[in-house]
């Protein structure tokens, strides 16, 4: 069950509970567990998300990595806005082949304009598989 901040825009909870952060995240099994504009959490399972030798695929990191650092951003933006990831890189530290990745985003930077974020990917053991950084601009609709 994912928890959401208090003050969260009504819409954005409704689309994510409906829509399970997007197709995308969908296919790829990530379960959001954790929600905010500081902090957020989500795992994704190895199994359908691996490259040809077996291993979990360096996009499946970034994709979940993408789909965190764009919610926290969207969440810190509020309502009314929105966040358009403008830049992002990944290393991946090391692999695996099997298990849950858990992925932890945190803020590093919250302005009215742009929002960066750090997430971590993690193994089931805790160690560490990939550390991604992401900036979004925040946008009025």
Request: hydrophobic share 40%; charged share 15%.
């Amino acid at each position: 069950m994912t928890t959401f901040p208090a003050d969260l825009d009504p819409e954005l909870i409704e689309r994510l509970i409906t829509g399970g952060g997007g197709a995308l995240s969908l296919k790829m099994g990530i379960e959001f567990v954790e929600l905010s504009g500081q902090k957020s959490v989500a795992r994704m399972p190895v199994a359908g998300n691996t490259q040809v030798l077996g291993l979990l695929h360096g996009g499946a990191h970034v994709v979940l990595a993408e789909s965190l650092g764009s919610i926290s951003s969207a969440i810190h933006a509020g309502p009314g806005r929105y966040a358009v990831g403008i830049e992002i890189n990944a290393t991946h530290s090391r692999s695996i082949t099997e298990g849950w990745v858990t992925g932890t985003c945190t803020a590093l930077v919250l302005g009215r304009t742009l929002a960066t974020h750090e997430i971590v990917m993690t193994d089931d053991s805790g160690r560490r598989l990939s550390t991604v950084r992401m900036t979004n601009m925040l946008r009025d609709q």
